[in-house]
């Protein structure tokens, strides 16, 4: 059973820091690419950050560029946010998701709240 569990989220004042973690099971994790997504009220999910299998690329959306850092671990089959600097629009659900690379096969987490709040 395919399972992407995510953890970490939490509520933070503004400039504070989160580190979420997103664990794989019941898949090939170092053969996927792995993202994370946000969603907040009322807004349509978007993307936050990608790291390619073997960890070597990653891109960011420009709202975080700077702030956060995505990072793999693929013995613990794991996916990392680290999130500093903090700002109230960050305040969203946030998804990790696993893209087969050269396939169509995706799978996504259930996600995590983040709340920015001071």
């Known amino acids: 059973q395919v399972q992407l569990v995510e953890s970490g989220g939490g509520t933070v004042q503004p400039g504070g820091s989160l580190r979420l973690s997103c664990a794989g099971s019941?898949?090939?994790?170092?053969?996927?690419?792995m993202k994370w997504y946000r969603q907040s009220p009322g807004k349509e999910r978007e993307y936050v950050a990608g790291?390619?299998?073997?960890?070597?690329?990653?891109s960011y959306a420009e709202s975080v560029k700077g702030r956060f850092t995505i990072s793999r671990d693929n013995v613990r089959k794991t996916v990392y946010l680290q999130m500093n600097a903090l700002k109230l629009e960050d305040t969203a659900v946030y998804y990790c998701?696993?893209?087969?690379?050269?396939?169509?096969?995706?799978?996504w987490g259930q996600g995590t709240q983040v709340t920015v709040s001071s």
């Open positions: 998701k696993a893209e087969g690379q050269g396939t169509n096969i995706e799978y």
């Open positions: 019941g898949f090939t994790f170092r053969y996927y690419v």
């Open positions: 790291v390619t299998i073997d960890g070597g690329r990653k």
